[in-house]
């Protein structure tokens, strides 16, 4: 059982580049989100989705655009990366509310 | 807003020792708190929970203490081992329809052999 699977674990853009950070969950969870993950600042909620083919905005949506087209899936794209994305970004999944198991992490860095 | 914080931004414990790790939240809505443990380069790994009508949690070797009053969280780590050196965050929900959770900066844990 693999859990949360992010893919990939590490990437550079350069700014203006585009890219789309891939979660798989293999636990049947409704839930999903994207977090990431600032010295300093905590985890910190981009998008969600409560289910396949929905998404919504978190605390800090700007610049990227999230897909749930199957359950298993999220995606997460950044349209035009700036430097100030450069960041750790997390993916989770939870059966409903409450605990949330997570992806070992995608390290990016925009150049 | 609402927010969740942590007292303490390090703690360093010998190894053998009884570590205990504070949390504040501001929520009063919230009714539901986890802990989380994060090793270096890795995710957040769940450690225990806790919801409102508890006030205390037993795990192996971890205790978790609620007092609503004021509004704190602690985890205790019995016996602190060299692999539990990390960074601990506490999270809150505020249950119902909402599955967000809040999370605190954390809080770093380094166990001297």
């Known amino acids: 059982n693999a859990g949360v699977t992010q893919t990939p674990k590490f990437r550079v853009l350069k700014t203006g580049q585009s890219m789309t950070l891939l979660c798989a969950q293999d636990?049947?969870?409704?839930?999903m989100y994207w977090y990431r993950q600032d010295p300093g600042m905590g985890l910190r909620l981009i998008h969600y989705s409560v289910g396949e083919g929905t998404t919504a905005k978190g605390e800090v949506p700007d610049g990227y655009n999230v897909s749930r087209l199957k359950k298993q899936n999220f995606l997460l794209g950044l349209e035009s990366a700036a430097p100030s994305q450069t960041s750790v970004y997390f993916c989770?999944?939870?059966?409903?509310?409450?605990?949330?198991?997570f992806g070992a992490g995608t390290r990016l860095s925009v150049l | 807003g609402e927010s969740v914080g942590l007292h303490l931004p390090t703690l360093s414990v010998q190894e053998g020792d009884n570590s205990i790790i504070n949390c504040a939240y501001s929520n009063s809505a919230s009714d539901y708190f986890i802990w989380y443990k994060q090793e270096s380069g890795k995710g957040p790994q769940f450690i225990i929970d806790i919801r409102s009508n508890m006030d205390k949690r037993q795990g192996q070797r971890v205790t978790v203490l609620l007092n609503k009053t004021v509004k704190h969280l602690s985890l205790q780590i019995a016996a602190t081992q060299p692999g539990d050196s990390a960074v601990y965050f506490c999270?809150?929900?505020?249950?119902?329809?909402?599955?967000?959770?809040?999370f605190g900066k954390g809080t770093l844990l380094t166990v001297n052999p």
């Open positions: 636990m049947n969870h409704e839930y």
């Open positions: 989770a999944s939870s059966l409903g509310w409450g605990i949330q198991y």
């Open positions: 999270a809150e929900n505020k249950g119902g329809s909402n599955y967000k959770l809040t």
